[in-house]
C-alpha cells in the first residue's frame, strides 16, 4: 500500500522481509534464533521492545500459536491486539473488484491500512480453502495482507507455510541432535485423520529441515503428494545445505534409521480433484497411525506433532506419552521461539 508522510514509518526490520517461511534471511538466521529461543528458556532475559504493538488477527482456531504470540509479547513489553474477524471484528473481503454485497462488510486493503497505522506488525492466520488449489498455492489472504501493509506481515499459519511452529521443531532439533542438524535423519510421516486437512505444516517440516541441511525422507500413501512446486523447492534447499529430500510410499521403510519422526496428516495435491476419492483413501491408509511398532523401526527417533492431534488415530496414545515423546517440549519452545523472533523483529 501507499506510505503516507503521516503514518508511522515501518519499525527497522530485525528479519529481512514479511515472515513468510523462515527461509527469508537463510538457514544460519534460523539457527541463530533458535540458540537464542534455547537460551531464553534457560533462562536469558528477553530485550525489552516497549511501546511497540502486535496486531494478529486469526481466521482460523489456534491454542500454541495465539498463546505464544501473546505471552512472547508480554515479556517482550509488546502490546498485542488479537482479532477475530466475524466474531470481534468485520469479517474482510479479500478479492479485487468485488461487489461486495456478500457477508464481507470491510475490504481487507481498508482493514489493514487502518491495523498498519496503529501497529508495527500485522500477524495472520489464515488456512488453506482446500477447494481451490490456485488459491492456496498463490496463498490468497496472506498475499492479500503483504499487499495491503506498510508494516511487516507475520504468518502464524497460511495455505502453504507455518514459519512459527517451523522455528519451534528447528528448536527441538538443535536441542536433541546438536546445533548442526547436516546429516542428521528426519522423516515425514503422513498420518490418518478424520478430516482432510491442509499441507501447511507438512511443507514447513519439509522447508525447515531441507534448509537446515537434513536428510529428510517424506512417507505417505500413493495419492497424498505435496505440492510439486514446494518438494522442488524442499530439494534445491536440502542441496544447498548439503542434505536431501526423498520420498517412499513404504511407512516402514521411511521410518528406518530416522533419528526424528514428525506425524502429520494431510490431504494432498489430488484431493483438489475428488474430495470423496481423497476421504475413502483417507479412510484406507488407518494402518499409517504412529504406534509403538511403527517407531521400532526408527534409529531410537524423538516422536513429534505439531498438535492438536488425534490420538489413537494419528498416533497412539502410548507414542504421545512414552518416552520419545518431545510432542509437549516442541509445544512449550512455540513460546521460546516466538520470544526470540519478535525480539529480533521489534527490540531496538
Ligand atoms: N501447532 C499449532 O499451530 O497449534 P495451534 O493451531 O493451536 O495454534
Not at 25 to 45: E, I, N, S
Request: glycine share 8%; net charge neutral.
Amino acid at each position: 500500500m501507499t506510505l503516507h508522510r503521516w503514518m508511522p514509518q515501518p519499525v527497522s526490520r530485525g528479519w529481512p522481509d514479511d515472515l513468510v517461511d523462515g527461509t527469508e534471511a537463510g538457514a544460519k538466521a534460523v539457527h541463530d534464533l533458535v540458540q537464542r529461543a534455547l537460551a531464553l528458556r534457560a533462562g536469558a532475559a528477553p530485550r525489552q521492545a516497549h511501546g511497540k504493538r502486535v496486531a494478529a488477527i486469526f481466521l482460523n482456531p489456534s491454542l500454541r500459536t495465539r498463546t505464544s504470540l501473546c505471552a512472547a509479547c508480554h515479556a517482550l513489553g509488546v502490546h498485542a491486539s488479537v482479532l477475530n474477524p466475524g466474531t470481534d471484528m468485520w469479517r474482510m473481503e479479500m478479492g479485487e473488484g468485488v461487489v461486495m454485497d456478500g457477508d464481507a462488510a470491510e475490504h481487507v486493503r481498508d482493514a489493514v491500512g487502518v491495523l498498519a497505522q496503529m501497529h508495527d506488525v500485522i500477524a495472520i492466520r489464515a488456512f488453506a480453502t482446500l477447494n481451490d488449489r490456485k488459491a492456496d498455492l498463490a496463498d490468497k489472504t496472506l498475499t492479500a495482507f503483504r499487499g495491503a501493509s506498510a508494516v511487516p506481515v507475520v504468518n502464524l499459519e497460511s495455505a502453504l507455510y507455518h514459519p512459527m511452529q517451523g522455528f519451534a521443531d528447528v528448536a527441538t532439533w538443535q536441542h536433541h541432535l546438536g546445533p548442526d542438524l547436516r546429516g542428521k535423519r528426519l522423516t515425514l510421516t503422513w498420518a490418518p485423520h478424520p478430516k482432510a486437512l491442509p499441507a501447511a505444516v507438512a511443507n514447513q517440516v519439509l522447508i525447515s529441515a531441507a534448509q537446515q541441511g537434513m536428510e529428510v525422507t517424506v512417507a505417505h500413501p500413493e495419492g497424498f503428494d505435496l505440492e510439486p512446486s514446494i518438494m522442488g523447492r524442499a530439494k534445491g534447499l536440502a542441496s544447498h545445505a548439503g542434505g536431501a529430500v526423498r520420498v517412499t510410499h513404504n511407512q516402514k521403510e521411511g521410518l528406518a534409521g530416522a533419528q526424528v519422526v514428525v506425524a502429520k496428516s494431510w490431504s494432498g495435491v489430488s484431493g483438489y480433484s475428488d474430495r470423496t476419492e481423497e476421504a475413502t483413501r483417507r479412510a484406507a491408509a488407518a494402518d499409517w497411525c504412529v504406534d509403538d511398532t511403527a517407531m521400532a523401526h526408527t534409529a531410537d527417533a524423538g516422536f513429534m506433532h505439531c498438535l492438536p492431534v488425534r490420538r489413537n488415530v494419528v498416533a497412539t496414545d502410548s507414542v504421545m506419552d512414552g518416552p520419545n515423546s518431545w510432542v509437549q517440549e516442541t509445544a512449550g519452545l512455540r513460546l521460546w521461539t516466538a520470544m526470540a523472533f519478535f525480539e529480533r523483529l521489534l527490540a531496538s
